[in-house]
């Protein structure tokens, strides 16, 4: 889970850091920090990776871009993130609505309370959200369910195709990928080939097209439960 730290206050974005550890229990392949001191070289990393985070801690009072005009620039190509203020003015949390934020920490916070906060949005990241993850060049990369457009094997590669258009690999067995996307929204079409159903497009007899265009073909053997499970997920719309 990629979680961005932005406060103009050193001493504060260490204690945040701190915090963000004691929530994951010190385990620190399942989530990265990265530290920001303005909202402006936020919005520069996020124009050279976008979406990287899942989640972020912004400091309401910046200079320069502060943090309600930071988040709605996020907000503007990511309505997934979960987005958490901190701020010693509890009258500004009122504006924050219009950028759908997760909640508020206020300073100085208290620990209990703000361990509270971090748990209950890694949670709801984790189970109300979905996520994806893998291993790639001894990296973690972690993608919301929603961002993977579809699925394909080959030999001992996976490859994951993002709703962005990227494609990124990593060794792995279609079962194991399989296994973390289990439910209705994903459907398995081919021995080698699964697909994100709401990014569909058009679906015929023998192969479907999901939205960027790709035309991917449905195997004898999973035409009648793919078929089956792609009324089952239109029923449930």
């Known amino acids: ?55 972020y801690l912004l400091d309401i009072e910046m200079a320069g871009t502060d943090g309600l005009k930071t988040a709605a620039q996020i907000r503007e190509t990511d309505p997934d993130a979960v987005i958490i203020f901190m701020t010693s003015h509890s009258e500004l949390m009122s504006e924050a609505f219009e950028v ?75 079962k194991d990928a399989r296994e973390q996307v289990q439910g209705i929204l994903f459907a398995q079409i081919h021995n080698s080939i699964i697909i994100n159903l709401e990014y569909l497009n058009t679906v015929e007899s023998n192969s479907v097209y999901l939205k960027a265009g790709e035309k991917l073909p449905i195997s004898k053997k999973f035409h009648a439960s793919f078929h089956q499970q792609f009324q089952q997920f239109v029923l449930s719309r």
């Open 100 to 174: 759908l934020a997760f909640q508020f920490i206020v300073k100085p916070f208290e620990t209990e309370k703000a361990l509270g906060i971090l748990s209950s949005a890694v949670r709801y990241l984790q189970k109300r959200k979905g996520v994806f993850q893998f291993v790639a060049q001894k990296k973690i990369y972690t993608f919301f369910l929603s961002q993977i457009s579809y699925i394909e094997s080959s030999g001992r590669k996976i490859f994951l195709h993002t709703t962005e258009g990227e494609t990124y690999e990593y060794y792995g067995t279609l």
């Open 1 to 55: 889970m990629n979680i961005a730290i932005c406060d103009d206050d050193h001493r504060m974005s260490g204690q945040v850091e701190e915090l963000v550890d004691q929530v994951f229990h010190g385990e620190t392949g399942k989530y990265n920090t990265e530290v920001f001191f303005s909202g402006d070289a936020l919005l520069d990393f996020l124009e050279q990776q976008p979406n990287f985070f899942h989640m």
